[in-house]
T-cell receptor
Framework: AQRVTQPEKLLSVFKGAPVELKCNYS??????LFWYVQYSRQRLQLLLR??SRESIKGFTADLNKGETSFHLKKPFAQEEDSAMYYC?????????FGQGTTLQVKP | DGGITQSPKYLFRKEGQNVTLSCEQN?????MYWYRQDPGQGLRLIYY???????QKGDIAEGYSVSREKKESFPLTVTSAQKNPTAFYLC??????????????FGEGSWLTVV
């Protein structure tokens, strides 16, 4: 079955520290993966998708098919990065989300 | 703005009553979705519809019902059979694109509280 796992409920780092939000998936075939972000009191919005290989707000994510991972990384965290982050897999017409990770960036 | 409107934003319901959450989009998207968001459980899919007059159950469809009579509208009814309906509900719609992949847009959500 298709599944997305985000093992960390909360990740707390200091400003300027590197960030890595983990995401693992199970899927047979070529996955289509996304990262969504939800800032406090705002709607869920697309951060990036693996197919476009872009970098948004300094975040990048590389698809590793061998490890079935799509970890989200940023070299230097900013306080405004504090939010809930969701990894998602698109499969058969629907988007399957992980449990989400709250990123807390401390000053 | 995202072009997806959910209403009401906050809703209180007495136990035993059905309630309908509205979701309207003007993005001309074919597919629409309803998710439920609970702390520590992420977003779970309730129902989805890929085309007008057709919809499928998601992972947690029990106690919910939907309709898709118009392309732009996908209302969700939370019935009295739903045992734990207090939650944050998110509606989404999707644009498909072969070159850039699929993109899903979300509404602002509706808070439902059963009292």
């Amino acid at each position: 079955a298709q599944r997305v796992t985000q093992p960390e409920k909360l990740l707390s780092v200091f400003k300027g520290a590197p960030v890595e939000l983990k995401c693992n998936y199970s899927y047979s075939g070529s996955p289509e993966l996304f990262w969504y972000v939800q800032y406090s009191r705002q709607r869920l919005q697309l951060l990036l998708r693996h197919i476009s290989r872009e970098s948004i707000k300094g975040f990048t994510a590389d698809l590793n098919k061998g490890e079935t991972s799509f970890h989200l990384k940023k070299p230097f965290a900013q306080e405004e990065d504090s939010a809930m982050y969701y990894c998602a897999l698109f499969s058969r017409g629907k988007l399957i989300f992980g449990q989400g990770t709250t990123l807390q960036v401390k000053p | 703005d995202g072009g997806i409107t959910q209403s009401p934003k906050y809703l209180f319901r007495k136990e035993g009553q059905n309630v309908t959450l509205s979701c309207e989009q003007n993005l001309n998207h074919d597919a629409m979705y309803w998710y439920r968001q609970d702390p520590g459980q992420g977003l779970r899919l309730i129902y989805y519809s890929q085309i007008v007059n057709d919809f499928q159950k998601g992972d947690i469809a029990e106690g919910y019902s939907v309709s898709r009579e118009k392309k732009e509208s996908f209302p969700l009814t939370v019935t009295s059979a739903q045992k734990n309906p207090t939650a944050f509900y998110l509606c989404a719609s999707m644009r498909e694109g072969r070159l850039i992949g699929n993109t899903i847009y979300f509404g602002e959500g509706s808070w439902l509280t059963v009292v």
